[in-house]
């Protein structure tokens, strides 16, 4: 059929295909079913970021006070993944700290 097609490069969407246009009274019925699963590219998982885990941990236990102090999400001070990648860059200066995820 092809009336609908998946746009693999961005996000899962979907779009009606150019034989979807050609006749929409012909084709006045479309079945989806689940679409196929497509590869997840992005940032890497927590566990794909190789770090020193003493310095995660001691982060994890800095960034706690903060959390209770401020009644928010850990992640709103800073994301595990951020942390991750300080316990594995180390950063000196507060320069350094954009380039964290």
């Known amino acids: 059929m ?3 097609k ?4 961005k996000h899962p969407t979907i779009s009606i295909s ?3 246009t050609k ?3 012909e084709n ?9 699963e497509l590869p997840k590219a992005g940032k890497p998982k927590l ?5 020193d885990e ?3 941990d001691k982060l994890r236990k800095l960034r706690k006070p903060m959390v209770d102090e401020q009644e928010v999400p850990p992640n ?6 951020s942390l991750r990648q300080m316990a594995k860059e180390h950063p000196t200066s507060d320069s350094h700290l954009p380039d964290m995820p």
């Open 2 to 4: 092809g009336l609908i």
């Open 47 to 51: 566990a794909q970021i190789a770090c």
């Open 28 to 36: 006045s019925r479309i079945h989806l079913t689940r679409p196929s």
């Open 6 to 9: 998946q746009d693999p490069e």
């Open 18 to 20: 150019v034989a979807g």
């Open 76 to 81: 709103i001070i800073f994301g595990d993944s």
């Open 23 to 25: 006749n929409p009274k």
């Open 54 to 56: 003493i310095s995660f």
